[in-house]
């Protein structure tokens, strides 16, 4: 499920920034959402495949920061009008979506530990 949702989070990511870059030349900020927002996904990827159960949980917390770090930059954009309010509240909803499974996950693999 979480790498579902990522994986379309950093899609979407993908597709505004192509967007941002070629409707309104904004370079710098959608090039700090592209890169957060498909870090989620690529770390999660690497999480399932980790070696022991501290990695497992590091780059679960990696995921989380880079969502959170998402969450902000799709702020900014919606505050300085790059994207419009119901263009943000579409990601953003979706971003929030993934803080609160990855950090459900974190917490359980918390209360998992050997």
């Known amino acids: 499920m979480i790498v579902i949702k990522s994986y379309n989070f950093g899609i979407r990511c993908v597709k ?3 967007y941002l870059v070629d409707e ?7 090039k700090q959402l592209l890169r957060s927002g498909t870090s ?11 070696q022991s159960k501290p990695d497992f949980k590091a ?10 770090e998402s969450e902000y930059w799709i702020e900014l954009l919606r ?8 263009e943000a509240k ?3 909803d ?3 979506e993934i803080i609160k499974i990855l950090t459900k996950i974190v917490k359980t ?3 998992t530990a050997d």
């Open 24 to 30: 309104k030349r904004e370079y710098d900020i959608s």
């Open 40 to 50: 989620i996904g690529a770390n999660i990827k690497e999480a399932i495949r980790g």
């Open 94 to 96: 979706d971003c929030v």
């Open 16 to 18: 505004l920034r192509r």
């Open 59 to 68: 780059r679960m917390n990696i995921s989380l920061k880079e969502a959170s």
């Open 109 to 111: 693999t918390d209360e």
């Open 79 to 86: 505050d300085t009008e790059y994207i419009n309010e119901y």
């Open 90 to 92: 579409s990601l953003l």
